[in-house]
C-alpha cells in the first residue's frame, strides 16, 4: 500500500579518503545465503535493534538485511543503502534488483544494501488480523461512496484501528518513522561504517530526511527520489492530500497517450475526450459495476477504476493496462484479469503502514470535518473524488504518537540531492518544493520534465540520471537547482 494508509566534497576522491569513511564490519554481522529467486551474489544477515529505543530493556525486534558487495573494493567508498517506500514496503530484495540497472562506476564505489524496515517481511513482521474485506485496495485509501458519503469510511477506520489495537502487538506501537531512522543508524553501525550514503525513493525520502535531520554528521552522500512533503504539521496528512493535486499533473500524460492510441482503444480522439471517457465511465460504474474476477471485491466499481488509474499513473507502462480495462468496460467485454496480491502481504503491508503513519502525527477524528473536506475535493479534484482527504484508522488510532514529528531544517553538510518528475501522481512536485526549501542550502534539486513515480533510474531521462550518478560518484552537488 502506498500511503495509507563551498559543497564539501571534490570530484577527485584519494584512496586515504576512502579508508577514512569505512570500518571493518563488525564481527556481530554474519552474512550467509538469501532467500531463492535473489542475485547469487547477494548475501543476507540479520541485525537486532531495541524494540523501544527509549527503553532497550523492552526486548528487541530483528531486521533482515541484505547486501552485494562491490566487485571493485580498491575503489570501494561505502554503503548506499536502498531505502523503501510506502510506508511498509520491503527493501530486502532491492540490491538484487538494482544491480543490473546501476551505472558501473557507482557499483564499483558502494556496497548495495537492503532492509525489510520493523515490520515488514522477514524482519520482526506486525499483522492487524484484518478480514479480507477489509483489505480492498478501495478501502485501504479511503475512497468515498458513490454519492460522496464517508459512514462507511468511518465504520471501516474504527474497525481497523480495533483490529490493529487487539491484534497488533507491542510492536505496532514502536513503528515510526524516527525509529527508522535510528534502525538505519543502528544497520550503518552493524555495517561499521562511520557514515552512511543512501538512496531513499517516495516515503523513503522522508525517512532519509529525517536520518539527515536526526544524524547529520552520519550522513555521506544522500541521494532523495520523489520526495514527499515534510510539513512536521501534517507529515502523512499532506502526504495522502497531495493525491488530488498528483493525479491532475500526470492524467494529461495517459490521456494524450490514449487519444493517440484512440483507434486501438477508442476512448477519445483528443485529451479532453480521453478525460470526459474516464469520469463518465467512473461514474457509470459507480452506479451499475460490473463483474471483475480476482479483484477483491470481484466488481469494478467506480472507485476500483479510479485506484486502477491512479497506479497506472506511476509508469508509462501501465497505460496500456488502464487503456485495454476502460475498453472492455465501454464494450461489455471481459475485464482484463485483475492482480490481487496475497492476503498475508496485504496483511503485512495494511499493519505497517497505518503503524506508520498513525504514530508519526496525530489525525483529526471529526466526521463532520471530513465530510466537509471531502465535498470541496470531490468537486475540485474530480478524478480521485474525495479519497486523498477522507477519514482513515488514524482518526480511531488506539495510541498517540510517541514523539514529535522531525523538522526538517538545513543544519547539516550540504550533501542532499533530491531527484523529482515534474508530474508524479503520488509525490507530487509542488510537494517536492516543499521538501528542497526545509533542506535549504543543504540541498540542490534536479527536476526533470517526465511522468511518473520514481525519477533515477525509472520514470526520469538520461540528464537526470547523469546528475544522481555524478553526484553518488563524486560527491560534489551542481552549483543550482536544475532542470532536465
Excluded at 172 to 192: C, F, P, Q, V, Y
Excluded at 230 to 258: H, I, Q
Excluded at 327 to 348: E, R
Excluded at 360 to 374: F, G, K, N, T
Aim: charged fraction near 20%; hydrophobic fraction near 40%.
Amino acid at each position: 500500500m502506498k500511503r495509507l494508509l563551498a559543497i564539501g566534497a571534490t570530484a577527485v576522491v584519494t584512496l586515504t579518503a576512502l579508508t577514512a569513511l569505512t570500518a571493518p564490519a563488525t564481527a556481530a554481522t554474519t552474512w550467509g545465503p538469501c532467500a531463492a529467486g535473489s542475485d547469487p551474489r547477494q548475501e543476507c544477515a540479520t541485525i537486532e535493534v531495541p524494540l523501544d529505543y527509549a527503553a532497550p530493556a523492552k526486548g528487541s525486534i530483528s531486521l533482515a538485511v541484505s547486501r552485494i558487495r562491490t566487485a571493485r573494493p580498491q575503489l570501494r567508498r561505502g554503503v548506499l543503502l536502498l531505502v523503501p517506500g510506502g510506508p511498509g514496503s520491503p527493501g530486502l530484495s532491492r540490491p538484487s534488483t538494482y544491480v543490473s540497472r546501476l551505472p558501473k562506476d557507482v557499483l564499483d564505489r558502494y556496497d548495495l544494501v537492503g532492509f525489510d524496515p520493523r515490520g515488514v517481511g522477514a524482519s520482526t513482521p506486525v499483522s492487524c488480523g484484518l478480514d479480507q474485506e477489509d483489505l480492498a485496495f478501495t478501502r485501504l485509501k479511503p475512497y468515498p461512496a458513490a454519492d460522496g458519503g464517508i459512514a462507511e469510511n468511518a465504520a471501516w477506520s474504527r474497525r481497523i484501528a480495533e483490529a490493529c489495537a487487539r491484534n497488533g502487538g507491542p510492536l505496532l506501537r514502536h513503528i515510526s518513522t524516527r525509529n527508522e531512522a535510528r534502525d538505519m543508524d543502528t544497520i550503518r553501525k552493524a555495517l561499521g561504517e562511520r557514515r552512511l550514503s543512501y538512496w531513499g525513493v517516495s516515503y523513503g525520502t522522508y525517512a532519509g530526511a529525517v536520518y539527515a535531520t536526526m544524524f547529520p554528521e552520519r550522513t555521506d552522500r544522500v541521494v532523495l527520489d520523489s520526495n514527499d512533503d515534510p510539513d512536521p504539521a501534517r507529515v502523512a496528512r499532506a502526504w495522502l492530500a497531495n493525491y488530488s493535486v498528483g493525479v491532475e499533473d500526470r492524467f494529461p500524460d495517459f490521456a494524450a497517450w490514449a487519444a493517440g492510441h484512440d483507434a486501438e482503444y477508442g476512448l477519445g480522439a483528443d485529451a479532453a475526450e480521453v478525460r470526459r471517457t474516464f469520469l463518465d465511465l467512473a461514474g457509470r460504474l459507480d452506479r451499475e459495476p460490473l463483474p471483475w474476477p480476482g479483484a477483491n471485491p470481484p466488481r469494478l466499481t467506480g472507485n476500483a477504476l479510479r485506484e486502477s488509474m491512479l497506479n497506472a499513473l506511476y509508469s508509462d507502462s501501465g497505460f496500456p493496462g488502464l487503456a485495454a480495462l476502460m475498453k472492455a468496460a465501454l464494450a461489455g467485454t471481459p475485464l482484463p484479469a485483475a492482480a490481487t496480491p496475497p492476503a498475508a502481504v496485504m496483511q503485512n503491508s495494511a499493519a505497517s503502514s497505518a503503524a506508520t503513519l498513525c504514530n508519526d502525527v496525530e489525525w483529526p477524528a471529526s466526521i463532520a470535518r471530513h465530510e466537509r473536506l471531502v465535498a470541496r475535493d470531490r468537486a475540485a479534484y474530480p478524478l480521485t473524488a474525495g479519497m486523498p482527504v477522507n477519514i482513515g484508522p488514524c482518526a480511531s488510532w488506539p495510541y498517540r504518537p510517541a514523539e514529535r514529528p522531525v523538522r526538517v531544517t538545513s543544519r547539516g553538510p550540504a550533501n542532499v540531492l533530491l531527484v523529482q518528475n515534474l508530474r508524479d501522481p503520488s509525490t507530487p512536485y509542488s510537494g517536492a518544493l516543499k521538501m528542497r526549501e526545509a533542506f535549504g542550502a543543504r540541498a540542490r534539486m534536479v527536476a526533470v520534465d517526465s511522468g511518473g513515480h520514481g525519477s533515477y533510474l525509472a520514470n526520469g531521462n538520461a540528464c537526470g540520471d547523469a546528475a544522481v550518478t555524478e553526484f553518488l560518484v563524486t560527491g560534489v552537488l551542481p552549483g543550482q537547482d536544475k532542470l532536465c
